[in-house]
């Protein structure tokens, strides 16, 4: 996309967005060092994942909101996009309804890994989980515009291949409980996909009813701020709406806020939107990120900075810095026009589901190959994970790369992930 501080003709839909793309490939790419490294010893604190109790905000805390926010920034551009191409509003919340359950299902699959018994599955943990990821790859894999015949054909049969083998597995699948019963799927919470499913499905329906303007997006925003304060205040239990299927306060409070704030920033970038300069759009970004930061401080006193328990300060500093961030990824490569330093990060944007299964698989095909040939094969990769410290990150930095490697490749072969 062309962004140098001019519209696009009238008519024609906003295209990807290359800051957008670097940023979400950038925000993958440090999720997979980060929890490559979780659960090492000697890990500097800004690296850690911070427990529910503390009060506290790391680097690490930022990864799973910068996805949400990217999400959200992505809504303006796809809603114009299938806008220009005709789509209803009927066809835009069919797309919108389909996207998010599957994304809630991956998450729920996802969830049901550690509590998966080999015995009553009659299958291994790690040829099930191999077996599931690679059914997702198969299945949710798009067909390249242009594509010829042949390979759309062979593309159809791979589709409808893996659906019949991820169908298999949730048939055959069983997992156990601390109490020792076997059970179907069971959901705890829905995981990092579902939780963006849900919170996915209801931004984009609110920014569909805001039309896209940005005053309504900031009461939408703030609205969901205050629900996960209600909700953190037994509003719900008071009107008898509290229940252990999904956290309300979470999802459609302060993680749907996350998302509403990238959706404010996304609109800075429509072909019809009034910022068509550099300097407007860089303005508005860091002002709107450091509004949210000073009131992400204003309101700590309330429930402190917490990823796990999702308060509305963790969201709202979160959300700011995201902006920020994006703001100076705007203004490196649109501004200062310097993109190819950003090449690498490039094909994990375009395919972010993929980069995001691919240490999943990873590890499984390890722990196959281990049993195979009764030799650790994870040594061969993973020699300096208990070690921990510097040599520890310097391995998770070398399998990152290698994830990177993976995705450039596949994305390179058009094997794309897209729901």
């Known amino acids: 996309m062309e962004i140098a501080g001019t519209a696009a003709p009238k008519g024609r839909a906003a295209s990807r967005l290359a800051c957008l793309d670097a940023f979400r490939g950038f925000d993958i790419l440090t999720m997979v060092f980060v929890n490559y490294i979780a659960a090492m010893a000697g890990i500097p604190f800004i690296l850690r994942h911070t427990k529910a109790e503390m009060d506290a905000l790391t680097l690490t805390d930022v990864v799973f909101p910068g996805f949400l926010f990217i999400v959200g920034g992505s809504i303006p551009l796809a809603l114009a996009k299938r806008k220009a191409e005709g789509d209803s509003t009927w066809r835009l919340l069919k797309h919108f309804a389909v996207r998010a359950a599957a994304l809630i299902f991956l998450g729920l699959v996802e969830v049901n890994h550690e509590t998966f018994s080999a015995a009553a599955s009659g299958i291994s943990r790690e040829a099930f989980f191999l077996l599931a990821y690679l059914a997702v790859i198969g299945l949710w894999t798009m067909t390249a515009k242009g594509a010829s015949k042949r390979r759309r054909t062979i ?138 930061v000073a009131a992400a401080y204003l309101l700590r006193p309330l429930h402190g900075f917490s990823k796990i328990l999702a308060t509305e300060s963790w969201a709202l500093a979160t959300a700011g810095i995201c902006a920020l961030l994006l703001a100076g990824f705007y203004v490196v490569m649109d501004v200062l026009n310097l993109r190819r330093w950003a090449g690498f990060l490039q094909p994990v944007g375009r395919n972010p589901l993929l980069a995001y299964i691919l240490p999943g698989i990873l590890g499984a095909l390890m722990s196959l190959a281990s049993s195979l040939l009764r030799v650790d094969v994870r040594r061969i990769f993973w020699p300096l994970a208990e070690r921990g410290g510097l040599l520890g990150m310097a391995n998770a930095a070398v399998m990152t790369a290698f994830v990177l490697f993976l995705t450039w490749l596949a994305t390179h072969n058009k094997i794309i992930l897209k729901l």
């Not at 109490?179 to 209801?202: F, K, N, P």
């Not at 931004?203 to 900031?218: D, P, V």
Request: hydrophobic share 55%; proline share 1%; net charge positive.
């Open 155 to 292: 593309q159809l049969g791979i589709k409808a291949a893996s659906a019949v083998v991820l169908v298999a597995l949730l048939v055959i699948y069983r997992g156990e409980t601390e109490a020792g019963r076997i059970v179907w799927l069971q959901h705890s919470w829905w995981g990092i996909l579902g939780i963006i499913g849900w919170t996915y499905l209801a931004a984009s329906i609110l920014y569909l009813l805001s039309r896209g303007n940005r005053t309504t997006l900031l009461g939408m925003m703030s609205l969901a701020v205050v629900f996960f304060i209600a909700t953190r205040h037994g509003v719900l239990m008071a009107l008898g709406l509290q229940n252990g299927f999904i956290d309300a306060g979470a999802n459609f409070g302060s993680h749907t806020a996350i998302i509403l704030a990238g959706t404010f920033i996304g609109t800075l970038f429509l072909p019809e939107g009034t910022e068509r300069d550099h300097p407007r759009r860089i303005r508005t970004m860091i002002l709107f990120g450091a509004g949210l």
